[in-house]
Structures are given as C-alpha cells and as structure tokens.
C-alpha cells in the first residue's frame, strides 16, 4: 500500500549570487508534503518543524497551557523520564529544540546521519507520546514562575507587556504567551494534555529537512516521525484589531535608562506594497548604522546606543513597532527625534539615493541568510509558512530589485501615521508624562 | 530490558569512531613578512565570506584609569580616516550588500565583515586603511562617549544582574585587570578623552599586533596575494610593548558580597574561584576545567541539576561556566538560583553539599562518555558554520596559543580521564581562592 514518492521535478536555482539552494518538495509515503535541500557535505541533517497557532491557541482562561506544554515536551517521553531522554540524547549527540511563539510552536532539531533513525524515535516520542509527569510539571512550572516574577521587573519586558495590551486588547496577541503568575499556577496537567491536542495536528503542520539526506530517506523518516498525528487541532482565533492610538504612555519604574517601545498599525506580508514598505523601514530606522533614525538620533546626537524600528507581520496582525532606550534624562529628547523623523518621512518621503542605497543592502544581505542547514531549515519553514512559493528564493532580490522611489514614497505617505504613534516608555523620564495625541 | 536504550548502547560504540576529519584541513595559516598572522578557513558551499581583523588589544591592556577605552576606541574605528569620511566604512560595506560590525573583550578586539565572495579585495582595502590613518574629532569625541555610556546603561546601570556579576570580578581579581569591567567603569568612561583613544591606538593597531582571519569561500592563494598587498605594506609597529599585565598574588581569602536592588525579582547564589587558563602547549588542566563545568553544571544531566532539581527540591536553575580561552588566570564558575522559599544560605549549603560529594565520589564513566561523544559530534555541526570556527582561532590566537594549540584541542580535551577532572576539581574548587555573592531583593519602598 505504499504510495509512489511524488517528487517535484522542477529544482530551483536560487540567487544569482548566492548559494545554489535546491529546493525540492517532496510528498512522504503517507502523503504528507515537506520541502527539502538534500547536501551531503556534512554528516548531519538539520529539520524545522512547525505547528501554527502557537500561544495564541490556549483556551480560555489558561494563558500558558501552550507554553508550558511545550517546554514539558522534552521532560520526558514514551517509556523514558526526563532524566533518562536527556541522556539518551545525549548519547545519540543529537539536540532538539522546542519554542512556542505567538503563531507558532516550532521544534528545530539536529542530528548526525549515523544514528539518524535512534534520534528520530526519540523526537517521535516527544511528539506523540510526552509524558508530562506530575514531577516535571511542577520543576518546569516552578522555571517559568520565576522567569515571568523576573520580566515583572525588567524594563524591556514591562514595556513589551505594555505596548501588546495597548496594541492588541484581550486578544491573545494583547498578552504574554507565558502566561501570568495567576493563570500558570493554575494550570492543571488535564490542561497540559489538552493543550497538546489542540497544537499538534497534521492541518497546521510545516516541515523542512536539509542536510545529508536523500529525498526517498526523508520521505520515510517524516513519515516515521509524524504518521498518527490528529487530522485536525483547535481553531485558530480570528485576526486581532489593532487598537493603538498616538501619544505617549509612561510606566514609572526606577532604573536610570528609560527603555521604549514604539508603533503604529503595519502592513500585511502579503499586501502588494509590502516590498515598498520594507525598503521604507530600511531607510527610516531598518538597523543598519544608515538608517535616519540611527544617524539622527545616535550618530548625531548620542543619545542612544541603538534604535531600530522593524515591520511587525504576523499571522493575525501587523504593526510597525521600533525601540530606543536612553537616559532618564535624554529619552524625551530621543523620542522627540523620532517624532520629527516619523512625520519628515511621511510628509516629504525619502530620496532616490536613499532607496538605491537601501535596495542595494536588502539584495546583497539576502543570500548571507543561508549559512548553514539549521538556518536554511528555518527559512523554509517560513516560506511554507507565509504560503511563499519554493522560486521565491529566486525572485525576491529582483522583487526588491523593481520597487521605486515613487513607490516607496507613495507607502510612506499612506502607511506613516504620526499621529497614530504610540510611545510605551518605561523608566523614569523626565520631561514626559501620559498623553494622547 | 528497553528496547530503545539497548538500540542506543549499540549506536553509542558505533558514534565513538567519529573523528574531526575534514576540519582541520580546511585551515591554512601563515604570517606576512611585518608579523601579521593570517588565518584561512575555507568553506565553499555558498558564495559569501567572513573578514576579520583581530587585535592582541582589549581591555585588559588599558592603562590605569582609562578603563573601556579599548571598546570606546572600537566605536572610534567606524568615524574617519585619511581617505573615508565618519560612516563611510558601514555605509560601503552596506552598499555592497555586507554587513559589518566590531566586538571588544578583555583580550582582544575584533572587526568583521560578512559579504560576497568577490568582495575581498574592499574589505581589505578599507581595513588596512583603518588600521593605522583614523582622523578623529573632538566632536566625535563628545558625542561617541555618550553613546558608549548609553550603551553601558543599556547593558549594566539597567540590570542588577550585571551590576552583580561586575561587583564579583571587581573582587575576585586583586591585582588583574580583569577586575574591571570591558565597557569600563562609568567615573572613567566619562572622563575618556581624544588623547586617550589615540594613544590606545598608535601602541596597539599594528600589523605585528593583529590577525587577519578570512573565512568562507575563499582561496587561501588569493588570500595571501591581497594581504601582501594591502597589509603587507603597513610597517610593524617596533615600540609594540610586551604583553605583560599585573598578575595576581596567592589569593588565600575566601571572600563574600551581597548585592541588593529593589529590581531583583529572582535571588541566587553565585559563586567564582580563580581557575588558570589554556597555555600554549599545555592545554591539559584547561581541558579537565571544560569537562568540569559540563560534568557539574552542563544542563539536564549534570551533578548540580540531578542533585539540586531532581533528587532535591532546592533549586529551579543550577549551572557551571568555565571558558579557558583566556590570555591570563580566568574564573570557574557556579549559579544556584533557589526555588521560591528556599533561602540563600541554604542554597549555597547544598552547593558545597554537593561539590563535596562530588569529590569524594568521582565521574560517573557514563556520563564522560556521553559528553565526550557530544564534543566530537561538535566538531561535525561546527562545519556548518564555519565563521565560529573563525572566531575560535581569533580568541586563541589572541590569548597566547598557537594555530597548533587550537588544532590539537580536541584531542586534549577527548584524553581527559575522571581522576584528572577529580584532580582538578579538588585544585581549582578552594574556597581561600573564590567568590561567593548574594543577589538579593532590596525590600525598601523607595519614593
């Protein structure tokens, strides 16, 4: 009853001047698809899975059911405790790591051709069959206790908190995914079960494997790994309105340097003008020592010793958020700058020379991406996920390549929005107090 | 018995014929007639390289006073020179589609960019300019030193953790330099001035006092061709001065702090012992500290996390740090972060509980094996990546050992037998030679 492997014929010749990335799509046994660059210059393979929905799946009144059950995966397994997977693990060399973010749980895992079919049973079971002992719940609840009393008193985290509530009210995006002090002592492991069922399911499910495998072993070792998965998992929440307002809003805490998050509605991945906007961004505040933002506010003046800002696309939502942190007694300076800068781009836009110079970065930065089989593992689960199509890897420079300054100012005229800019600000700034705009 | 445990016995016999084949060959050194080293490790799975100069320069080189000079002076490097003007260097490495930037440790500083392959010759022409015609202002002057104080807010005024772990140093070194924090202390950083950056500079940046160290697609011919070109021409610095620091005395005090701030949330125990380092040629007792900290304190497995989160319930966190890439004495250090109810002092008292029987108890066999099976299937996973292996031959070649030294450190480190970690521990692990600190919550209401 085994099926015929359906490979896909067409290779893609990625980046003129990058590496020759092949992406193959390859269809398991079982049926199930997953994308693959097969090199065999290293004894090793790299594989990215990924389940969507992530933290934004827990139920009700459990914020953190999904994270704790991830971090409990690799607490032990099938017939071994957590103690006993740990070492077996570690025999095998192989390493796996697990993550739950707000669209995704992911689990990137590493492991050496030798023993490639010992390190898969191992990963199967912690997929199908985590044990979530009493004994672990209680050692990873106690873990994720401490960390969460610890973000209550760190300023970047107060001020992500913060801007998420004001961002995204009571939708799950609004609140931090690890869940509260309140709601993870709660957690019961009837929720952690739960949990489990309603992230891993074979309709939200993205793999990528690259590395030194062939096409015919992947098929086999995907479908070793995953066959028996539930067809379906928990519905995934609706998109989150974006409530922010402009002005500026302060959390008194006592620490000399004042960290702030700032941000406006964004643009969806998949909006026409999304290429526009990115090349804008790379110019007002992308992170690199050019950006406006970069050289008004650091270079120029010192106030700071980094800002960026960075175009916030995520499943459910987009915004465009940036951050800058200076002293007590600079931050309204700073924020002053990037008030003006925000309003100068949206008004008078940006110049040619200034595209060119940022289009030029973005297409020779892209291939640096792909430097090694972990990265490339994830890159591919992003495209998957992102519904891009494989020869994308091929087409995004010449993408970035065809966006003109009448483009990018024509984006920067609709999407800027300074007065819909919202300061989050915690510290002790002087000079700056609540205020809507 | 568990059909998967036997399955993974027999893989484990199997694994242990893994050898570091293929790595060392993809490393070529050599030294330009001026003294400069240079370091080739080849990669030619993609189009794209890493460029890196190195300075045998850090923060412990600093003269008295100026601390976080050697990191303000890094910042310097990106304003002008003779031929570039102030962001210039970024601004074309960006428009050649590279990203680059710089770092600074105790030991050394280091400058790096990553771009295409056939952008080589650029970068090289950009560094070598940098390294001996900057043309800094006064206005730089003012305006660097506040960015370097932000940044000193951003990473230590900021985070009680830091201020802690900068409080430990300070009293673990007598006499080191190590004692004083890279980035500098902040009385000194404001003090910083022109004169101060420039002197680093002259007595440092020289081609005698560097290594180039080109990693990725490249031919280590080519390679050679360009840095005779480029850095080849650049005089030696013949006033380089010896590296000699002020070296530590007996340490025969154990010593103890306790650090207070309201922004504490999570208290723990954090001890440090002076530990010596990797020396060139004898690289054994820095081997036996590596598989010390793995064995005590390297994750799930490990003696502190079995004895503190599984057989007891007194910790959520215990780990174990030991880094001997170091030019000078270096630190072993331990974390024991309680759980909610589990005093400090008691924390610590399980520590040492446990250290102590770890002594008097020996290395499980098992699990040297298992971890020396994990260090040699690094060597394979480090293949793909070969900018860390770069950064490796940077550290060591910075701190005094050879290309042979890193070469051979696997294979130090595979020889290292349970009686030699013992031996070891027992050495390092005395209390007249370490720290123990407190971070603790300060529970005054502040207005």
Redesign the interface.
Known sequence: MSRIFGFILALILALP???AVQVEEVTSPSGIDFWLVE?H????V?MDLRFRGGTSLDAPGKRGSVYLMTALL?EGA???D???H???L????ASFSYDASDDAVSISA?F?T??KD?AL??LRDTIHAPRFDQDAIE?VR??I??SL???????DSIARTTFSRLAFGDHPYGSDGEGTVDTVSALTREDIVQAHADVFAKDRLYVSLVGDITPEDAGILVDRLLEGLPAEGRALPGPAEVTLTGGTTVVDF????S?AIFGQTGIDRDDPDFFAAYVLNQVLGGG???SRLM?EV?????????IYSYLASRDLAAVYLGSV???ND?IAQAIEVIRTEWARAASEGVTAEEVE?AK??L???Y??R?????PIARILTDMQMEGLPRDYIATRNDKMRAVTVEDVNRVAAELLDPEGLRFVVVGAPEGLGDSTN | M?R??S???G??L??ST?SAEGINDAVTSFELDNGMQVVVVEDH????LQHMVWYKAGSADEPKGSSGVAHFLEHLL?KATDKME??EF??TV??????DNAFTSYDYTAYFQ???ADRLELMMQMESDRMVNIRLTEDNI??????????R??RV??NPRSLFSEQMGAVQYFNHRYGVPIIGWKHEMEELGLEDALAFYRTYYAPNNAILIVSGDVDPAEVRRLAEQYYGVIPANPDLPERIRTQEPPQTAARRITFKD?????PYVSRSYLAPERDSGAQEKAAALVLLAEILGG???SYLT?RL??DSDIA??SAAFYSGTSLDDTTFDLIV?P??GVTLEDAEQAMDQALADFIRDGVDP?QLD??K??M???Q??A???V?SIANRYGRALTTGLTVEDEQAWPDVLQAVTGDEIVAVAREVLRPEASVTGWLMRDERV?Q
């Open positions: 001047a990058a590496a090199d210059s290293i004894p090793f790299a690799e099938g017939d071994l957590a103690r006993a740990a070492r077996a570690e025999s095998l060399a590493r050496l030798e023993n010992a049973a191992l050692r106690a873990q206790l401490s009393r610890s973000d209550a008193k760190d300023p006592d620490t000399p340097q960290v690199s020592f050019e050289d650091r270079e120029k003046r010192g106030l700071t010793y980094g942190a200076s002293a600079r110079a030029t970065y297409t020779g930065a291939p640096l792909f430097d090694g089989n972990g | 568990n998967l445990l399955c993974i016995a893989l484990v199997a694994a893994l799975r993609a189009p794209v990106f102030a962001g970024s601004a960006a428009a050649n589609g590279g990203q990553r771009v295409a003012a305006t660097e030193r506040d960015v370097i104080l932000e940044e807010n951003m005024e900021n309201t922004r504490v949330a999570q994750g799930t497995t079995e989160q599984f959520v966190y972060v759980k909610d098992e298992r971890i099976m994990q040699r299937a690094a394979i996973y293949r793909d990546n900018d502040t």
